[in-house]
């Protein structure tokens, strides 16, 4: 549908424009300070050399920015932290990138039970500025000490108690969004139910900066979770832990289900020494947060299934700390796998009874390929994070990598699942997007962006 | 944006075509049996005599409904179990209905936790085959007994338990949509977290049939409530009632916070002669499902907040069937006030804070224009009932009665609310939504809708 569109390149004048027209510091042109612009976490070696970074502080300073960006057909990549994991805000040749990071205001409304917030808030406080008056903001990505709201929305993010809880599409009420043309308009507010017209507001959320900025949301608070009961299993296999979430699944409702394979908790020892069994085949961590005796008793049931689908061990405590403590080794999952080499994270999912063939799948790529895969999951919502390591140095080793990465997504299209429950497409994926859509999905997406960014400057590259 | 388009006529010979490709007794073109399928509960005097009922039994037969729809610019109004409050599946002149209410298949996956249903189905089947496996199918809209799956999806239905639960689109995960040229898609699936491209699948969901055909849906399950704590208090004023619920918002959860004014408890008392207090000002109607002790402290809690705020009495009952007995006059009041002539239900909403303003305003409105206006609503959500009462075969009634419709979603605009919180725009409504989303939101909703529906054949004259 969407014909290749020429280059843009912005004169030396028209940034000259823009740079007149918005407060000082507000563009940065300096190549050494640009180039903390230029990649998210994905390190996209594609990430191209911006013109400008743009650093607005105003809803207003955005909508120059479109404007001019539009009159003059320059790309324009929104960036929150930097964050992503999918190169959703590499910066594009040529284009401008456009940070939120310095729009960080967050009001409390504890009447409306609501978060007023700005893009370039953290995550986390959010989450402390809601606390603070005895509120939750319960979206928790993995990242959240660091990573941005606005990226947050751009992702639809999902974390660790979303499998009880939701993604954060189900958390925003209201939108402020700056379309491709500079039009600033606002959907929804903080009103806990509107159906008047399309559900344009949710649209917005995970388009990955492809159709408009956001320049504020309103989120919805709740009541803080009850201290959890905590249980940490360890199983011989990692199919045997997969069949236990599939059992948990159909009776409980955790508010965390999360695994570790093999790998993961060598890893993890590795790192920390912690004196875990580096001969299970996996472990699952369960939490419940429905308070006092009922969090007991679902943490018990949830430990008796385990037990009855072959878990060698398992612990369980009340104590919210010592819960924390049996979490600190899904916790350091990451950082412990970081050490290994270089990472390609990957994010596919599959509905919950099919995660065993998943895990198993990925489990074959890794011994086939000779590529060391440690995986954790958000199990008890079918999302896992095989992480494929691999030295950058080494050139097999990259194809290798690559080779395991476009595997384990065609493996999770063919169990019927995604390539992504809450990372993004960003340019890293977007080879198999049309594989999971399939062409007339594909076909209308490209009308709907061609509807709402018609030249095509939002992002581009990212998704589509 | 979008421009008037010629006003299409099928001819004989087209329909013959049509009827032709369709399994004997799938098209109606008898003018009786048509009658039965012009209107939806808003009885919309501006409904047109449609050309033909067609009744698909299969996604196939929709898809060949709409091919040929497209082919001969006939304007097709989708219609579930025609429960509809706001005219939405009002039949157009000239046009086809295309009535979903054969295909009713539910199939219940245990394993992955989820109900795949046919658009026709009933909400209380749904949630019926649902609980057999011992799962909940949560959205309860009052009139979940007789409407349909797929028109609850085409207005993103509330109902009592979304204060705490959420509305439709929050357990929409999979949809199968044949769009306005026939093309047949599927949007997600039974994964629990997917960001794989653009959501289309939420703009789908509350589209009120301008977007495309919802022929299959898969829908989240959870587990089931714990029997409920109930409690019902009651005020000297609705406004004492409104700040009740402003106050229990900001620190509890209730599965169910509903309110009723003395209007309402007058009805129900001439319909049911429960007792129930007449010189009430208001009756507030709260349930916790925490289970146990946690919802008998909760719903104390609640009691306590409401005798603070000036209730006159309170009870409470931690028995599900004596808590269900407190329900009845909530349940009864659309029955009872149905009795006092004809009716225009509102369905305005706004931030819980201004939930006293909004029912003051009403109260105005009421006594202002001498129109009685009995008031329930989903007090937790912010989202009132006002319930317009008028007598038909009266002109200045009429007008009056219209007049009222129209000041009640002005003053909802007017604190920044919306004019419909869970029945939709439909035909009712139309008039009000740019005063709601202002014109670049409108603009903006034409640009989606001509992308979609660019012949703009699908419920023509719905919200648009």
Redesign the interface.
């Given at each position: 549908m969407t014909s290749a569109r020429p280059e843009p390149v912005p004169t030396l004048t028209s940034i000259q424009e823009l740079i007149a027209d918005l407060p000082e510091t507000t563009v940065i042109t300096d190549p050494d300070l640009m180039e903390g612009y230029r990649y998210d976490w994905a390190r996209d070696p594609g990430a191209g050399h911006p013109v400008a970074v743009v650093r607005p502080t105003t809803t207003e300073q955005v909508q120059i920015t479109m404007r001019w960006a539009h009159r003059n057909r320059v790309p324009v990549v929104p960036r929150g932290a930097g964050s992503g994991l999918s190169g959703g805000s590499s910066a594009v040749q040529n284009g401008i990138v456009l940070s939120l990071d310095r729009m960080r205001r967050i009001e409390i409304d504890?009447?409306?039970?609501?978060a007023v917030v700005e893009p370039g808030a953290l995550n986390a406080a959010v989450k402390a500025a809601a606390a603070l008056e005895?509120l939750w903001y319960p979206p928790d990505p993995s990242s959240f000490e660091m990573c941005s709201i606005g990226g947050n929305i751009a992702?639809?993010a999902?974390g660790l108690c979303?499998?009880k809880y939701?993604?954060t599409?189900?958390y925003v009420l209201g939108l402020d969004i700056v379309?491709s043309d500079g039009?600033?308009?606002?959907?929804g507010?903080?009103?806990?139910?509107?159906?008047?017209?399309?559900?344009?507001l949710?649209?917005f959320?995970?388009?990955e900066g492809?159709?408009g900025i956001v320049t504020r949301a309103i989120l919805r608070l709740?009541?803080p979770q009850a201290p959890p009961s905590t249980m940490v299993a360890l199983f011989g296999s990692i199919s045997a832990a997969a069949e236990a979430v599939?059992a948990i699944?159909?009776?409980?409702?955790p508010a965390m289900l999360e695994l570790m394979d093999s790998a993961s908790i060598n890893a993890v020892e590795d790192h920390l020494s912690m004196g875990l069994d580096r001969n299970a085949g996996a472990l699952l961590l369960a939490q419940s947060d429905?308070?006092?005796?009922?969090a007991s008793a679902e943490i018990a049931e949830i430990e008796r299934i385990c037990m009855a689908c072959g878990a060698t061990e398992a612990f369980r405590t009340d104590d919210p700390v010592e819960g924390e403590a049996f979490a600190i080794a899904r916790r350091a999952a990451f950082p412990a796998i970081e050490k290994r080499g270089s990472l390609m994270l990957e994010d596919v999912?599959?509905?919950?009874?099919r995660l065993p063939r998943l895990l198993a799948g990925i489990s074959e790529i890794s011994e086939r390929l000779g590529v060391e895969i440690p995986t954790v999951a958000?199990a008890g919502?079918?999302?896992t994070h095989p992480i494929v390591v691999f030295d950058a140095a080494d050139p097999d080793s990259c194809r290798l990598a690559r080779l395991a990465f476009d595997e384990i997504m065609t493996l999770a299209i063919s169990l019927?699942?995604?390539?992504?429950?809450?990372?993004?497409?960003g340019r890293l994926?977007k080879g198999h997007?049309p594989a999971?859509?399939?062409p007339?999905?594909?076909e209308?997406?490209h009308?709907?962006?061609?509807?709402?960014d018609p030249l095509g400057i939002l992002n581009p590259g990212a998704?589509l």
């Open positions: 504890t009447a409306s039970r609501v005895g992702t639809n999902g979303c499998v939701g993604v599409t189900d379309l039009t600033a308009i606002t959907l507010g903080n009103r806990l139910k509107d159906v008047a017209g399309l559900s344009l949710k649209l959320v995970g388009s492809t159709l709740i009541p599939v699944s159909r009776t409980a409702r429905l308070g006092g005796s009922l999912g599959v509905a919950v009874p958000h919502d079918g999302n019927d699942g995604t390539i992504t429950g809450e990372h993004g497409v994926k997007l999971q859509l399939g007339d999905v594909m209308l997406t009308r709907i962006k061609d509807a709402l998704v």
